[in-house]
């Protein structure tokens, strides 16, 4: 049963979330390397000077140099009370996006509420890789990606042709070993354009996110609530690439958070 979401317990996720934010902040700093709020945690600090009203969940986006440092870093004076979430360090955790988890603190998703995984509130880390020149081979990583994180997920529609392509395609990639054949074989040899980067864990069939590495540069810091946390230098061109016409907000009946509750606590940890 899913738990009811309500203003006040959304103040409450966005204050857990921004002291999650506050501790990458002073991770990162130590580690001598640069990081960006960005999707909807960007839009929310250039539209509203802190969260999105409605947005429950936080992002960052680092590129892969800067992301192995941080990592290194952190796992060698691991953060009390704070988790470094990936596939090494949490065997029951199985998405190529780290998450920075609260230690005794659920928030459960219904999709994973059986996987023994720290469950914690979360702030995403997302990477910035390399472009592939070859716009073919660069949209075969693309669905390559994408059918790993459904596969990984267990998605399928509900019926029509669709569910079949996913039935067939998650059968495929459960195990893998396709994804990371690809990814440690095949992309590193792939030549690349030294201007673009992209985020390869989040396209779509319909959307790629890829950017000009000149809009990051030097982290802006700008008003977060009543903190200052970084975006990149142009976010305005990453947000405009990533959302169109940002500074709009969607109609009423599309404000809302993109997560379902199974459990939610801010005092206690969860294990199925």
């Known amino acids: 049963m899913e738990e009811e979401r309500t203003a006040e317990t959304l103040a409450k996720i ?11 902040d002073e991770t990162a700093k130590k580690a001598g390397v640069p990081y960006y709020l960005f999707y909807g945690s960007a839009l929310g600090a250039v539209r509203h000077q802190g969260f999105i009203p409605w947005d429950d969940d936080g992002d960052i986006v680092m590129f ?13 004076h ?45 702030v995403d880390i997302f990477v910035l890789d390399d472009y592939v020149k070859n716009g073919f081979l660069r949209r075969v990583g693309e669905l390559i990606s994408l059918c790993d994180f459904n596969a990984v997920r267990g998605y399928c529609p509900p019926s029509g042709l669709a ?37 390869l864990a989040s396209p779509s069939f319909r959307k790629s ?6 809009w990051f540069g030097k982290p802006r810091y700008v008003k977060f609530d009543q903190y200052l946390l970084p975006i990149p230098q142009n976010a305005e061109a990453t947000l405009t690439e990533g959302y169109g016409d940002f500074m709009t907000p969607p109609p009423p009946e599309q404000q809302q958070g993109h997560h379902h509750f199974f459990k939610l606590s801010f005092t206690e940890g969860y294990q199925p």
């Open 14 to 24: 966005q204050q857990t979330v921004r002291e999650i934010f506050l501790v990458i």
């Open 209 to 214: 996110y890829n950017y000009r590495r000149e």
């Open 163 to 199: 569910k079949a392509v996913y039935s067939v395609t998650n059968r495929l990639f459960k195990g893998r070993g396709l994804c990371k054949f690809w990814f440690k074989k095949i992309y590193p040899r792939l030549k690349k354009d030294p201007a673009l980067c992209t985020d």
């Open 64 to 76: 892969r140099e800067d992301y192995e440092q941080l990592r290194a870093y952190w796992l060698g």
């Open 78 to 122: 691991p953060v009390e009370g704070y988790f470094f979430q990936d596939e090494q360090t949490d065997p029951g955790y199985n998405l190529r996006i780290t998450k920075i988890r609260k230690d005794n603190t659920a928030f459960v998703e219904p999709s994973v509420k059986d996987r023994h995984m720290h469950h914690g509130f979360f």
